[in-house]
């Protein structure tokens, strides 16, 4: 049975399972990603959820795993060389699960490179962008009375989704016929936007064609229905 004991982060969120991966994290649109690759891999897990609007990511315990203070956040008790590994962000938690298993990322090298551009796409502009809008359009964002900011993020995702809508024109997925990491890393920020940010007028979603049936498609995945909502606040 794997000790994780000298992983701080354990006394505070204890391992009912340690011989499992432990997944540390929230559904939020970055926090999902890590649940979608654990439940469309297969691989045991446990998750603890990590609240948030707590604070709770600030804690001492938290950050002795991920001193940015983010979500999600991993240990894997079998990681290289049968040793522990702990890990975080988002994008680096989907290659590692992608290599562990072999799945959900193309092995010819051109295509494997190809899909991590647009894991890189989604982290460093989908996210932010779309994380924005969200901010300025429903949180304390919207009782600014200079309403610029809103219409800066708004027209920069509007690009964003267009470069999507492009590349998903005779696609099923971002990387053609194969399902991939790419779409694990943008289904739950699109998904986001146009639902619990209330953003789908803003953003003009609805004149897209490509997007809604590629997000359609994602939705309907057993492992995205599953994923999105691990772990959720009771």
């Not at 938290?62 to 590994?85: Q, R, V």
Request: one cysteine or more; proline letters at 9%.
């Amino acid at each position: 049975m794997p000790d994780l004991s000298r992983f701080p982060i354990t006394a505070r969120w204890p391992a009912r399972y340690p011989e499992r991966i432990q997944l540390y994290s929230l559904n939020t649109p970055n926090g999902v990603k890590a649940s979608i690759m654990l439940e469309e891999t297969g691989l045991p897990y446990e998750p603890h959820l990590v609240d948030i609007t707590n604070d709770e990511s600030h804690t001492p315990e938290f950050l002795s795993l991920n001193p940015n203070g983010k979500i999600p956040a991993i240990i894997d008790p079998d990681g290289p060389g049968g040793e522990p590994l702990a890990l975080f962000e988002s994008g680096a938690i989907l290659l590692y699960l992608a290599d562990k298993t072999g799945r959900f990322i193309p092995a010819e090298p051109a295509r494997h490179w190809e899909c991590i551009q647009w894991v890189f796409f989604q982290m460093a502009s989908i996210g932010p962008m779309f994380g924005q809008v969200g901010y300025f359009n429903k949180f304390a964002g919207r009782e600014i009375a200079d309403k610029r900011p809103l219409e800066r993020y708004v027209n920069e995702s509007k690009r964003l989704l267009a470069v999507l809508e492009d590349r998903l024109a005779g696609r099923d997925w971002i990387m053609g016929d194969d399902y991939t990491i790419a779409d694990v890393a943008t289904l739950g920020w699109v998904n986001n936007l146009i639902t619990f940010y209330e953003a789908r007028e803003l953003v003009d979603y609805d004149r897209l064609v490509h997007v809604p049936t590629w997000l359609e498609r994602g939705m309907a995945r057993p492992a995205v229905a599953r994923g999105l909502q691990i772990p959720r606040r009771g």
